[in-house]
């Protein structure tokens, strides 16, 4: 996996942060994260342990603020980017412990990432 260089930004209006990917196809891409989530059961109904899991099956949602080049983003590279990025956010949350987990976000008990 080549990584992707991105930075924060901040909305000057609405003090919103987003995250702008600065090099290869979705250069200059502007978007937000929301509804980042991992199950905690897995399919047969067991506890998955992050720790233990060959994969973390993780969910988001996200929403494009700027599209410069009116990039394609039904692909899927774009999700598979924002993926690799977000994936980079959390271990360096977990490692600065910047990230909370909410046990109790929705009906079926899955926990997501709160990073304010």
Same mark, same amino acid.
């Given at each position: 996996m080549d990584k992707t260089a991105y930075h924060y930004v901040v909305h000057k209006e609405t003090q919103e942060q987003a995250v702008r990917i600065q090099d290869g196809k979705f250069d200059g891409m502007v978007y937000q994260y929301s509804d980042v989530m991992f199950p905690i059961y897995n399919d047969d109904g067991n506890v998955?342990?992050?720790?233990? !899991? /060959?994969?973390?099956?993780? #969910?988001?949602?996200?929403? &494009?603020?700027?599209?410069?080049? /009116?990039?394609? =983003? +039904? #692909?899927?590279?774009?999700?598979?980017? !924002?993926? $690799?990025? =977000?994936?980079?956010?959390? +271990?360096?949350? =977990? +490692?600065?412990? !910047?990230?909370? &987990?909410? #046990?109790?976000?929705?009906?079926?008990?899955?926990?997501?990432? $709160?990073t304010e």
């Open positions: 998955i342990d992050p720790q233990d !899991a /060959e994969e973390i099956p993780l #969910t988001f949602k996200w929403k &494009v603020l700027y599209n410069p080049n /009116e990039m394609d =983003l +039904e #692909t899927g590279e774009f999700a598979a980017t !924002a993926g $690799d990025i =977000l994936l980079e956010l959390i +271990e360096e949350g =977990l +490692e600065n412990d !910047a990230i909370t &987990v909410n #046990t109790e976000s929705g009906e079926n008990y899955s926990p997501s990432f $709160d």
